[in-house]
T-cell receptor, first 110, second 116 residues
């Protein structure tokens, strides 16, 4: 069983839709939960992070962590074509090493 | 600040050749990392370093070597290249976390390597 599982997609939705991206994990010691966004042929960039359980909102993006279910989500409201990218979840125990999911390729159609 | 820079951008190697992927960061970060990214497989950690002179293996270190003689540079060496090492390689850096702030890893633009 992989430590972090993420549906690779691809996921294609119309502009303005609400997008839900998810990851599950098996290591209950994970404390930091992150979402990275990666545009085509670029390096990943940190989009959102959450420490322990709870929600965090930043503009059109909301990150949720449910440690009891070992499940994290990223919601994108009013999706835009510029949101088209691969989204990678990542998590760690608090040390410097991150464990990444496989990444979900998202396309927002105008 | 240039952030994290990687050279070369692209490279084609023949089986058995060797090469060094260069990585430099100008943010004075202590932590540096090398990842490989295969299609649909996310990022796999190859090696990482917590400071000059200190390196450690990640998840997939076989076939690679690293050194960290300065804070800024973290080269990745491929010896005896194999087709299985065809991938996109990313270097990243980060700083010590403070409080509950997760340390952000800053990634370079990547090196696309093909071994034939």
């Amino acid at each position: 069983q992989k430590e972090v599982e993420q549906d690779p997609g691809p996921l294609s939705v119309p502009e303005g839709a609400i997008v839900s991206l998810n990851c599950t994990y098996s290591n209950s010691a994970f404390q930091y939960f992150m979402w990275y966004r990666q545009y085509s042929r670029k390096g990943p960039e940190l989009l959102m992070y959450t420490y322990s359980s709870g929600n965090k909102e930043d503009g059109r993006f909301t990150a949720q962590v449910d440690k009891s279910s070992k499940y994290i989500s990223l919601f994108i409201r009013d999706s835009q074509p510029s949101d088209s990218a691969t989204y990678l979840c990542a998590m760690s125990q608090g040390a410097q090493k991150l464990v990444f999911g496989q990444g979900t390729r998202l396309t927002i159609n105008p | 600040n240039a952030g994290v820079t990687q050279t070369p951008k692209f490279r084609i190697l023949k089986i058995g050749q060797s090469m060094t992927l260069q990585c430099t960061q100008d943010m004075n970060h202590n932590y540096m990392y090398w990842y490989r990214q295969d299609p649909g497989m996310g990022l796999k950690l190859i090696y990482y370093s917590v400071g000059a002179g200190i390196t450690d293996k990640g998840e997939v270190p076989n076939g690679y070597n690293v050194s960290r003689s300065t804070t800024e540079d973290f080269p990745l060496r491929l010896e005896l290249a194999a087709p299985s090492q065809t991938s996109v390689y990313f270097c990243a850096s980060s700083e010590f976390p403070t409080g509950q702030v997760a340390y952000e890893q800053y990634f370079g633009p990547g090196t696309r390597l093909t071994v034939t």
